[in-house]
């Protein structure tokens, strides 16, 4: 069966940095296919998109919030997705997801496969 492990999330200070990784168990994803997108949700809150890379070849895409903080990439020998995240605020504080849809990013709608997540918590 298809599933998404999420890792890599943990415990910083304000201004920290953590790299969270999305690797497919089971089976190797073919990235020219599929796009890959992180989101997180804090308690109280709805998801919100964060990041997305594409799987084929269009641009990558974050949210205003993290612009220039965070990072995407994708090492498809491992099967992994990669978000690097710099500069992190008390408001990243989330747990962050990935998911799959087929094609182009599409501004984080219809996506699947979800992995159960990671906590990132920036706390001071």
Do not use: H
């Not at 084929?56 to 903080?69: E, F, H, L, Q």
């Not at 690097?84 to 087929?102: F, G, H, I, W």
């Amino acid at each position: 069966q298809l599933q998404l492990v999420e890792s890599g999330g943990g415990l910083v200070q304000p201004g920290g940095s953590l790299r969270l990784s999305c690797a497919a168990s089971g089976f190797t994803l073919d990235y020219s296919v599929y796009a890959t997108g992180w989101f997180r949700q804090a308690p109280g809150k709805e998801r919100e998109g964060v990041s997305c890379i594409s799987g084929n070849g269009g641009p990558s895409s974050y949210a205003d919030s993290v612009k220039g903080r965070f990072t995407i990439s994708r090492d498809n020998a491992k099967s992994t997705v990669y978000l690097q995240m710099n500069s992190l605020k008390p408001e990243d504080t989330a747990v962050y997801y990935c998911a799959l849809r087929y094609g182009r990013c599409n501004g984080g709608i219809g996506f699947g496969s979800w992995g159960q997540g990671t906590q990132v918590t920036v706390s001071s």
